[in-house]
């Protein structure tokens, strides 16, 4: 009886610690944790100078990106982050900052509207214009970052997975005839 229990417990541990190497996530740890006693993006926008070079983890949608020879500058409204750092795309805006990269990022991957989260150190700010209004932004420059991945929505229809579910009869499902 034993013989048989220690090859399917051998194999159940095996099964488990492949899933959970499956499921782990590439979050790097800066991102999940937050830096103790940062600034919200407009105490620094309104202070610049008292929070230069403070640790800060920033959040939020991408708004735009710009390419410069060897800089690129990556325009962010400020979102609420949850535990694990990820911007909650529903909250309402906190402020706009940018976020300093070294060299090119490609505008396609960094796209309006994904969800980018950064760790770094502020620098300042650098005043550009929305609209006509001349917005003075906070400056990022980047420790570590972390580009969130599109979700793909789920469909909740049940006919779907249901071979049994039809939509047009009275009460949604027809049985087969040997039930």
Known sequence: MIQIIIPNLACISLASVLLYGCASTRIPTRIQQAPAGQPAVTEVQQDPARFNDTAVRWGGTIVRVENLPETTYIEVLSRTLSGKGKPDAASSGKGRFMVQFDGFLDPEEYAKDRLLTVTGKTSGVREKSVGEYLY????????SYYLWPVEQPYSYYPYYRDPFYDPWYPFGYRYPYYW
């Open 136 to 143: 003075r932004y906070p400056l990022v420059v980047p420790d």
